[in-house]
């Protein structure tokens, strides 16, 4: 059966609106151009900016032999307090990309000693993407390709759809009638 215009426009609308959801997650570097260092003011950099659920931080720095710095994951009290214990992850690779996959606070440190006590730290809050709208029902078409509204189901008294005038148990096929029917 071959799709209308009204159901290629809906259709194609949908997918449209679907992929400009979808395209809206960022990717942030933190810092910018000076990446996750010292002497550098990480709160600032994060008070213009909005983030959120889908979105990717990227944590650039040095990482020699020695271990320059990381990035810990870490709670609130371990942000407020630089304590690396418990956390929620520990990063290394000089690269490290962190998907925000949940609304709420996040908190992000460096590990080495020293380097949280002097700023080194960066608190975000994730935000819920807007909701994606359910789409509406493709309007339905007649055989003259004029484009009709589909009418809503008629009600019984019961609340159960009452069948459309022009259709009856009879004219639907076999394969969707129930087989305990008694014209089946």
């Not at 000076?34 to 900016?49: F, H, V």
Request: hydrophobic residues 35%; contains cysteine; negative net charge.
């Amino acid at each position: 059966m071959a799709m209308g215009t009204a159901g290629v426009l809906f259709a194609v609308g949908s997918l449209l609106s679907l992929l400009m959801t979808c395209q809206a997650t960022k990717v942030y570097t933190v810092g910018d151009e000076a990446g996750w260092t010292l002497d550098y003011d990480y709160q600032k950099w994060a008070s213009g900016k909005t983030f959120y659920v889908g979105d990717t931080l990227v944590f650039k720095y040095f990482n020699s032999e020695m271990g320059n710095h990381n990035v810990v994951r870490v709670s609130r009290t371990g942000y407020t307090n630089c304590v690396i214990d418990p956390n929620m992850g520990v990063y290394e690779s000089g690269s490290d990309k962190i998907v925000l996959s949940a609304p709420g606070d996040m908190w992000f440190i460096c590990g080495t000693p020293g380097h949280c006590e002097s700023g080194m730290k960066l608190k975000i809050t994730v935000k819920k993407p807007a909701g994606i709208p359910a789409p509406s029902p493709a309007p339905a078409q007649t055989t003259d390709g004029i484009t009709t509204p589909s009418p809503a189901p008629a009600q019984t008294t019961d609340g159960i759809p009452a069948a459309s005038p022009d259709s009856s148990p009879a004219s639907a096929p076999d394969s969707i009638l129930p087989t305990w029917l008694p014209w089946h």
